[in-house]
């Protein structure tokens, strides 16, 4: 503990017991969001290890479906009936607060319709089908997987700064405060019992000098 270069006077035992009253409370606050910031924390990652297993599955699957595909067809007709796009997709970028940190928010919107194929049937494999439709359902679940694992990382930096500056209040700050107001506290102490001495002394000399 290292104390503060104050001077030892009441006016600053009294700003200091102040100042670590606040210390305290802000300690305390701090914690608090910490513990809950941890609490949400642990639950995204939770979420967000669900999703990575069902959206990896997904992606081997269409892969899957896709190889097999072009192992049936020649490979013009392959490349002409995935050159057509079924849909248009559009990605809002924005932003959500947790526990005041600001996180983005992606918001995928389709025109058109992933059950309309852009092709014929007669000249495309059921497994092109397959591929296409459920290309379409695991692009929803990577873009949000994508949200989740960069709310996953901005969180993970708030929490560590958040950590930083309750240990720094825990076993820095409060210590040197409550060092300094000991250190204080004792030489006003000790200040009052030499003045006290001095006047016991000089009401002894007046009382022996009077008689």
Not at 187 to 210: C, F, H, P, Q, Y
Request: glycine share 2%; with cysteine.
């Amino acid at each position: 503990m290292t104390r503060l270069n104050v001077n030892p006077t009441r006016m600053e035992l009294k700003k200091l017991k102040a100042r670590l009253k606040t210390a305290q409370r802000g300690h305390k606050l701090l914690k608090d969001k910490t513990d809950e910031m941890v609490r949400r924390f642990s639950a995204i990652v939770r979420e967000t290890k669900r999703l990575r297993d069902e959206t990896e599955r997904d992606v081997e699957n269409v892969l899957r479906r896709f190889s097999l595909a072009r192992g049936l067809m020649k490979r013009a007709d392959i490349e002409l009936a995935f050159s057509i796009p079924s849909v248009s997709v559009d990605l809002d970028c924005s932003t959500k607060s947790i526990m005041n940190v600001e996180v983005p928010k992606f918001t995928l919107s389709e025109r058109g319709s992933a059950a309309e194929l852009p092709y014929s049937y007669v000249d495309v494999t059921s497994e092109a089908d397959y591929a296409v439709i459920l290309a379409g359902q695991a692009l929803a679940k990577l873009i949000r997987l994508a949200e989740l694992e960069k709310t996953t990382m901005m969180l993970a930096e708030e929490i560590d700064k958040s950590k930083r500056r309750v240990n720094a209040l825990e076993y820095v700050m409060i210590p040197n405060i409550e060092e300094t107001i000991r250190y204080i506290s004792m030489k006003l102490d000790e200040n009052e019992r030499s003045g006290l001495t001095r006047l016991m002394k000089v009401k002894d000399m007046i009382a022996e000098r009077n008689g």
